[in-house]
């Protein structure tokens, strides 16, 4: 079965925040039983959390609600493919 990821670009959040987001992103998405937090990653201009699951649409639900109550910089999105590096994607904006 192919793997689908849910990856978040996030714009802007403060370094404290961060941690608290991908905590609470992973708790949704293993508490749903659609996937699990992979880790997310810093850059300039933001980061990524890497989120994957057997669904990208039933583990996009599990997390929508916290990253829309969430402070998100101007600019962050999520990014929903459904299979591996490749497959179709669709974007969503955050912010």
């Known amino acids: 079965m192919a793997r689908h990821a849910v990856l978040i670009h996030v714009a802007s959040v403060p370094d404290e925040g961060l941690g608290a987001l991908a905590a609470a992103v992973g708790r949704a998405a293993r508490a749903a039983g659609a996937g699990e937090l992979d880790g997310h990653e810093v850059a300039v201009g933001g ?13 996009w639900a599990s997390v929508e609600p916290i990253l829309r109550s ?25 912010a």
């Open 47 to 59: 980061a990524v959390l890497f989120l994957y699951g057997p669904d990208a649409e039933r583990l």
């Open 70 to 94: 969430a402070r998100l910089g101007v600019g962050s999105y999520a990014i929903l493919r459904t299979g591996e590096p490749g497959a179709d994607e669709r974007r969503i904006p955050l």
